[in-house]
């Protein structure tokens, strides 16, 4: 009798190791379009006690995943997370100077506002031609406007979306704190860490060990740690001027953040919210300036021109500025444009009356169009095309370099149905075969009995 | 090496993105006729097509501006004809007087002759005077006729600005052609002389003066000088006529090659475009088919 209870025991164990297995596999099979989930792999151990008992145990366990591949994958997440904050702020700026052809940019503007100069000087009598001139004039410098307050509102953009991704960043933090408590107890919780580790890794460039029992430190590209066994911190944002990211430390009892700040902007680098730092810190005051540089010198070059015209009848030069510099904004003179008639286009000589609106001060303004500051016009919205482009090539090869390690990283720990079919099978036959061994001892104790 | 589904479908639904971004791309391209949407897509060809739409935009303007100066010149040189002619028939007048002796026709003649001159001085084209100068917004003569002429005085005779240089190419000026003082001051001061010579010699009917004969050949004398004056002014205004229509042939000259350059920059090659059309739709129609199948994957025919 010895022996059949042996071989029940041993039957029953093959019974229950496969019906985890079928489980497991199922699970797989369920979880096949789950991004996050690794698969579960069951592992099956001779579990033996001499003379009595020679069965099977199985450890249902997680895929691993290629941990070089893993954190190459974080990195390249962060890359282009960055680099998409980066190249839609840009590619929304470069929106303000419309399509080429559209002739909406400033240098396309300025152009067509030097041309009706060049009209007027042939017509200077014409008061429409006097209109047309300077309202071509008014939206050459709109276009500069257009295009300063489209950068500075992507600035404005860019700090509501780092307050929110620091939010955002801070929530995951405090999740990944509270997962570590578990994450050796539960299976489920190592698939909310890796979820929770890959959102934060587009959100800012990090670095993360594990441990054996599963759990994981998440620390900054210079190691100060952001969350980890131990405790967690909480990101800041300041805005202005600075433009400053700061880290301190959380009571995890209380959620009370420390007063202590560190300054980490130079070590965000990467992430949706290193872009969005480097965007409004780097890029965006660089084409800024170019923009506004290029306005500055038109002004001067018009103004500096314009200085030298006389009105109708006068014996001097203009003493009104023709373009109008105030609050860092740039318009025609409201009262010529209320009034074309003063427009000074006349080029007075040896003191004599300009008197007669001779065209020559316009003819003078048109030649503008091949001055220096007409080329920097150029060269800046050349520059913002130029910035957008580079942006959003490196961003779709970032996306794909990203995508690449996200499939290889799959390839491991993703699952297979092919591979699951299979295996079912296995575990199946296996169950079946376990389950005629304990109907034959049953069959065998029958047989005894009725011997008896 | 293993493939995940997930994975799998991953890289099949990037290709089918690819191929219908690819598509839209030159969809774009074929309706716009455009190679790209953006400056930045230009690169640094975008420096060179900005420069090659302002040359175009310029010197369309200044096209125009050399069309409207050529219309203006032509006018005043049509005014500078009129004003030779009435010059000429004087002098013509004043032969015949001095030959028969008779004086009887020789005032109604020099008032036709001033108000033919007042009335080409005072043309206007598209509401422009075009012997004003600069300041072409009124009539440049204030007299209508010769009565008028001789009680004003010459200064206030003329009412007009600055001669007149007018822009017709980038950076190139050439003359707007005379004013009315120009063309006709010293015809005006001529009648003038024959009014006040009216009133010192007798008025001039019937047979001639010795004084009065001596005047009318003194006067057919300097006639000959404002006729010459004024054949000299024409010329000047023919050299600006041929000035301003070579600007505008320059300027289109300029226009089409910049034009030129602008295209070759940011037109598409249709039939490039197209054939890619073509591949990006077989390519997006592959790919439709392999997610479909990828997708449609499932255990449940085989349990």
């Known amino acids: 009798m010895g022996g059949l209870t042996v071989a029940l025991n041993t039957a029953l164990s093959g019974l229950f190791a496969h019906q985890q297995a079928i489980a497991a596999t199922s699970e797989n099979i369920a979880n096949v379009n789950s991004a996050d989930f690794s698969r579960r792999e069951a592992n099956f151990f001779t579990d033996a006690i001499p003379n009595q008992f020679a069965g099977v145990s199985v450890e249902i366990a997680r895929a691993g995943s290629n941990r070089f591949l893993q954190s190459a994958g974080f990195a390249a997440q962060a890359d282009a997370g960055a680099l998409n904050a980066i190249a839609d702020a840009l590619a929304n700026v470069e929106a ?25 000087s ?32 992507e600035v404005s953009a860019s700090d509501a979306r780092i307050e929110t991704q620091t939010a955002r960043a801070n929530a995951l933090l405090e999740n990944i704190f509270i997962l570590n408590q578990i994450v050796s107890d539960e299976g489920g919780a190592g698939d909310a860490i890796d979820a929770a580790v890959r959102e934060l890794s587009t959100l800012l460039n990090i670095s993360v060990s594990r441990a054996d029992d599963g759990r994981v430190t998440v620390a900054t590209a210079d190691g100060q740690v ?30 009370v953040v420390s007063s202590a700040q560190t300054d980490i902007t130079a070590v965000v680098t990467a992430g949706e919210i290193g872009g969005l730092v480097q965007v409004r810190n780097s890029e965006l005051p660089v084409l800024r300036a170019a923009v506004a540089n290029a306005a500055q010198l038109t002004a001067d070059d018009i103004n500096n021109a314009y200085a030298l015209n006389a009105s109708v009848g006068a014996t001097g030069p203009a003493t009104t500025p023709l373009i109008v510099v105030a609050n860092g904004g740039f318009s025609v003179n409201a009262s010529i444009a209320a009034d074309p008639a003063q427009l000074a286009i006349a080029r007075p000589t040896a003191g004599q009356p300009g008197g007669a609106n001779d065209g020559s001060g316009a003819g003078a303004i048109a030649a503008l169009g091949d001055a220096p500051s007409a080329g920097t016009a150029a060269d800046a919205v050349t520059q913002i095309g130029a910035a957008s482009q580079i942006a959003g090539e490196r961003r779709a090869a970032a996306e794909v370099f990203a995508n690449d390690l996200e499939t290889r990283r ?41 011997i008896l | ?52 739409e302002g040359v175009v935009t310029r010197a369309n303007a200044f096209e125009t501006a050399a069309s409207a100066a050529l219309t203006r010149l032509e006018t005043q040189g049509v ?30 003649d020099i008032e036709n002759a001033a108000q033919r001159t007042v009335a080409a001085l005072n043309v206007d084209f598209g509401g422009v005077f075009v012997f004003g100068g600069a300041d072409g917004t009124t009539p440049p003569v204030t007299a209508a006729t010769l009565e008028e002429i001789a009680a004003t005085p010459l200064s206030s005779l003329f009412n007009e600005g600055d001669r007149l240089n007018l822009a017709v190419e980038e950076g190139v000026f050439i003359d707007g052609g005379p004013r009315a003082s120009d063309a006709a001051s010293g015809l005006f001061a001529e009648f003038q ?42 010329g000047l205004s023919a050299l600006a006529q041929g000035q301003a229509a070579d600007a505008v042939e320059r ?17 598409v090659d249709i039939a490039e475009a197209l054939s890619l059309l073509n591949q990006d739709q077989l390519a997006i129609q592959a790919s439709a088919q392999a997610l479909a199948q990828a997708t449609q994957l499932s255990l449940l025919n085989f349990i």
């Open chain 2, 251 to 267: 300027n289109a000259r300029a226009r089409d090659l910049a034009e030129i350059v602008a295209a070759d920059i940011e037109d």
């Open chain 1, 96 to 120: 303000s100077l419309g399509a080429p052809g559209d002739n909406l940019d400033f240098a396309n503007a300025l152009n067509e506002a030097y041309a009706s100069f060049a009209q007027l």
């Open chain 1, 122 to 153: 042939a017509a200077p009598n014409s008061i429409a031609a006097r209109a047309v001139a300077i309202a071509d004039l008014d939206a050459a410098f709109n276009a500069f406007s257009r295009t300063l307050d489209a950068i500075d509102s």
């Open chain 1, 226 to 255: 952001l969350a980890g066994p131990g405790g967690f911190s909480a990101l800041s944002f300041a805005g202005g001027v600075s433009g400053q990211i700061a880290l301190a430390n959380v009571d995890p009892e209380t959620g």
């Open chain 1, 410 to 450: 799959l390839s491991e720990s993703g699952v297979n149905l092919d591979e699951e079919l299979s295996n079912l099978i296995l575990f199946q036959r296996a169950y079946n075969a376990n389950a005629r061994v304990i109907a034959a001892v049953d069959e065998l104790y029958q047989t005894v009995l009725n």
């Open chain 2, 79 to 108: 005014g500078l004809e009129l004003i030779g002619e009435a010059i000429n028939e004087l002098r013509a007048t004043f032969s015949r007087t001095l030959a028969t002796g008779n004086a009887e026709l020789l005032f109604p």
């Open chain 2, 193 to 234: 002389t024959f009014a006040e010579a009216q009133e010192a010699l007798g008025p001039f009917s019937g047979n001639l003066t010795d004084e009065q004969r001596a005047f009318l050949v003194d006067a057919a004398s300097r006639l000959g000088a404002i006729s010459d004056a004024l054949i000299q002014e024409q």
């Open chain 2, 1 to 52: 090496m293993r493939v995940s589904d997930l994975g799998l479908q991953q890289i099949l639904f990037q290709g089918f993105q690819q191929a219908q971004g690819a598509a839209q791309t030159r969809q774009i391209q074929l309706s716009s006729g455009d190679e790209f949407q953006t400056y930045g897509e230009y690169g640094a060809d975008a420096l060179r097509l900005i420069s090659a």
